[in-house]
């Protein structure tokens, strides 16, 4: 997962070097793959274009005029067609520099003067996916974005100087997959404390007037919506898209952002509905029916069956659960008002629906892994919030919302003195419990040799006393068997089912009991191994 730490900050007081940050994370269970420095290199400043003129001996090529500050105007020729007069842009001048050591210099461009270069997004480290249609294949226009004072250093303009961590997470960690999971482990890890955001949804005196019933609540555990009017599409703020694309997701405009930056935020999958297009006046989450033909958002024309969950407005569906949304349904630029939907689903449902179709999402993937029930209208409310901040649109009071399957809270009942015992580290009676409570559990510490962990509902991996702790002793197993001369080695999962025969297993074993791929890449990888002693007898 890509943490911008600008972002991460908001969240919690990190203090340190952010490279000393990343190694601590890694020695506390979270492991960092890379950290990547935004803004190296560059020496930009953001100008105007002042006028633009034909060049006098070159077809392809304009002159213009660019203010670059403190009443300074310089001469640059560009070939670029996406400029007009009156356009921000950023700037290199003589003896700036640009990502990769590139340095620009004063020169002569077909007789005509060019005392610095406009600079592409790609120019500036920025990939071009993540810019609008006009920047592209072009230079970065910066117009819409604020805070774009002429002569400003490009870097502080568009908050180039952030640092990024990619986490490598682990499957059974679904609650890190979001700002505020990681921010969790940071506080811990730093030892500070986190700082969520102080939701108040200001609504507006028009109430809601909307149903929402789930008929299938063993796929779909809890379905909220709130609904927004007089909504005002546009981009959004550029401090919301700059943390958007350091993320690695695309900016669209502010309503598809904030369902975006709230799922990066909570790890809450989220989607806006323009509510135009749901004339019943009512959310039914219900399955498909078989054969059933729908759109998605992709403008691709699916066919679904009846164990896959879809919204529906009663009359025709306009989602696929926890996976996509409808083309028929989607957020447009004629968009005047806006349902926001915060659901939580069945996580092997979702998995199934994305394989079978197969179209895997940021939603999908986050929903396969489990998202915690309680999270859903934290979305919501953080959403209708952010339309408020962005001044984008007007919330009514209240929210439609199904609740049938309540998540039930998780105890444990420890042996800490074991788990201590097993970790192999020095760690003391009552820091066993404050890393828990830091971690927001709550505990009970009956004796030393039995306390109480009520999980918070976040953490869906906690299930058995294992959960609560990690081995460190088992590196050091693995560095004393190859020390004397074992090896480890790492061999597929997948196998013949001739490797059976080979090793001359009995025709009535459990084992010959394996799971066939439907899609297998060959004969030799066709079933999932039961035994590793083929796998090892082939790496001697």
């Known amino acids: 997962m890509l943490v911008p730490v ?15 940050f990343a190694d601590m994370m890694t020695m506390t269970g979270t492991k960092t793959e890379t950290v990547e ?11 105007k274009i002042l006028k633009i003129d034909s060049h006098p001996n070159a077809e392809k090529l304009v002159v213009c005029q660019v203010e670059v500050g403190e009443g300074k105007t310089v001469q640059i020729c560009t070939g670029a067609k996406n400029v007009s007069e009156g356009d921000i842009v950023p700037v290199a001048l003589d003896k700036a520099k640009l990502p990769g050591g590139i340095k620009i210099k004063t020169s002569k461009l077909r007789g005509e003067l060019s005392e610095g270069m406009m600079c592409s997004a790609n120019e500036l480290g920025i990939n071009e996916f993540y810019v609008d249609d006009k920047s592209k294949e072009g230079i970065y226009l910066l117009n819409d974005f604020d805070g774009m004072e002429i002569g400003k250093d490009i870097k502080e303009a568009l908050g180039l100087y952030d640092a990024v961590i990619d986490f490598e997470l682990t499957a059974n960690r679904p609650d890190c997959r979001s700002m505020i999971g990681i921010a969790r482990e940071a506080a811990v890890t730093i030892g500070k404390k986190i700082k969520y955001p102080e939701i108040e949804v200001k609504e507006c005196d028009e109430e809601i007037d909307f149903d929402v019933k789930i008929e299938n609540p ?12 007089d909504v005002k599409i546009g981009p959004s703020p550029y401090w919301m898209q700059r943390r958007l694309i350091e993320a690695g997701v695309r ?24 509510l135009n297009q749901v004339k019943t006046g009512k959310i ?20 679904l069956d009846d164990k896959m969950l879809v919204i529906t407005d009663g009359e025709k569906s306009i989602a696929l659960a926890g996976v996509m ?14 349902l926001f939907e915060g659901a939580a689903f069945n996580a092997e449902n979702t998995r199934r629906t994305s394989k079978v179709l197969g179209l895997r999402t940021e939603a999908s993937g986050r929903y396969e892994k489990g998202v915690a029930t309680e999270t859903s209208k934290t979305g919501v409310e953080r959403a209708c919030q952010l339309v408020e901040m962005l001044g984008c649109g007007r919330v009514l009071k209240g929210i439609a919302e199904d609740y049938p399957t309540k998540q039930e809270k998780v105890v444990l009942n420890v042996n800490p003195s074991r788990i ?12 066993f419990v404050k890393i828990l409570e830091d971690l927001e559990f709550k505990c009970n510490l009956k004796s030393a040799e039995e306390i109480e962990i009520e999980v918070p509902d976040f953490r869906l991996d906690m299930e058995q006393e294992a959960d609560v702790y990690e081995q460190k002793f088992m590196d050091k197993i693995k560095e004393t068997a190859t ?9 597929y999962s997948f196998v013949s089912p001739k490797s059976l025969d080979r090793i001359k297993l009995p025709l009535d074993s459990a084992k010959r009991n394996y799971i066939k791929l439907l899609n297998p890449l060959g004969e030799d990888t066709s079933i999932m191994r039961t035994t590793m002693m083929p796998s090892t007898l082939n790496v001697f």
């Open 218 to 229: 063993d796929l779909c555990m809890r379905y909220g919506a709130r609904i927004v009017k």
């Open 284 to 303: 039914v989450v219900k399955t498909a029916e078989n054969g059933e033909k729908f759109t998605t958002l992709d403008n691709v024309e699916r066919t």
């Open 37 to 47: 420095f935004f803004g190296e290199g560059i020496e930009n400043v953001v100008g």
């Open 325 to 338: 949304g409808g083309l028929n349904s989607e957020i447009t630029d004629e968009t005047t008002a806006v």
């Open 251 to 274: 900016t669209i405009n502010n309503i598809v952002d904030i369902t975006n930056f709230v799922m990066l935020e909570y790890g809450q999958p989220l989607h806006a509905f323009d």
């Open 420 to 431: 201590i015992k097993n970790i192999g580290a020095p760690i003391t009676l009552d820091e």
């Open 483 to 491: 020390s004397i001369g074992l090896y480890e080695i790492l061999t």
């Open 6 to 20: 600008k972002w991460l900050k908001d969240y919690v007081d990190i203090d340190i070097d952010t490279v000393e």
